[in-house]
T-cell receptor, first 112, second 115 residues
Framework: AQSVSQHNHHVILSEAASLELGCNYS??????LFWYVQYPGQHLQLLLK??????LVKGIKGFEAEFIKSKFSFNLRKPSVQWSDTAEYFC??????????FGDGTTLTVKP | KAGVTQTPRYLIKTRGQQVTLSCSPI?????VSWYQQTPGQGLQFLFE???????NKGNFPGRFSGRQFSNSRSEMNVSTLELGDSALYLC??????????????FGPGTRLTVL
């Protein structure tokens, strides 16, 4: 069975601080990895995804994530956060059968 | 292009009742997935439909069922509601799950409260 673990439930940062949100997954086969974001009052939307190729993927709004196969990790990063990045972030794994598993989410609060 | 729409947005039911939620995917999208989101359990996959067939199923009891129509619209039904079914039910559509890298687009959700 596949699973996703997000280490931080709530992260509080000041503007301009760097961000790294951890995500580890458990699955024996080929996986496709995603980060989603849910801004307050808005729909869940895709930030970035990895399925093959360069393990460093870039997404919207300056976010990037690195897939490290040996560590089963797909951490999300942003060099300098803004107040508007305040949101809940979800890491997700999708196997080749199309089944998705989400992590519990990390709430990011950015203080102005 | 219109996004994923879900109706109703809010619903209050009592234990033992049944409920039907509706999802209209983005035009041209053939895959619809349903998720349950709760503060304690996070986002949990319920099932996924593609071309009117259930392709994947999560670990939910048989009280949770769904279907997809020929126009790709989908409905989800929960029978014999329990207090623990209170949650935000999200629907997501994508072009096709054959390509597992397809982006899923989520709707606003239906907030179900069971009293």
């Amino acid at each position: 069975a596949q699973s996703v673990s997000q280490h931080n439930h709530h992260v509080i940062l000041s503007e301009a601080a760097s961000l790294e949100l951890g995500c580890n997954y458990s699955y024996g086969g080929t996986v496709n990895l995603f980060w989603y974001v849910q801004y307050p009052g808005q729909h869940l939307q895709l930030l970035l995804k990895y399925f093959s190729g360069d393990p460093l993927v870039k997404g919207i709004k300056g976010f990037e994530a690195e897939f490290i196969k040996s560590k089963f990790s797909f951490n999300l990063r942003k060099p300098s956060v803004q107040w508007s990045d305040t949101a809940e972030y979800f890491c997700a794994v999708k196997n080749n059968a199309g089944k998705s598993t989400f992590g519990d989410g990390t709430t990011l609060t950015v203080k102005p | 292009k219109a996004g994923v729409t879900q109706t109703p947005r809010y619903l209050i039911k009592t234990r033992g009742q049944q409920v039907t939620l509706s999802c209209s995917p983005i035009s041209g999208h053939r895959s619809v997935s349903w998720y349950q989101q709760t503060p304690g359990q996070g986002l949990q996959f319920l099932f996924e439909y593609f071309s009117e067939t259930q392709r994947n199923k999560g670990n939910f009891p048989g009280r949770f069922s769904g279907r997809q129509f020929s126009n790709s619209r989908s409905e989800m039904n929960v029978s014999t509601l329990e207090l623990g079914d209170s949650a935000l039910y999200l629907c997501a559509s994508s072009l096709a799950t054959i390509r597992v890298t397809d982006t899923q687009y989520f709707g606003p959700g239906t907030r179900l409260t069971v009293l």
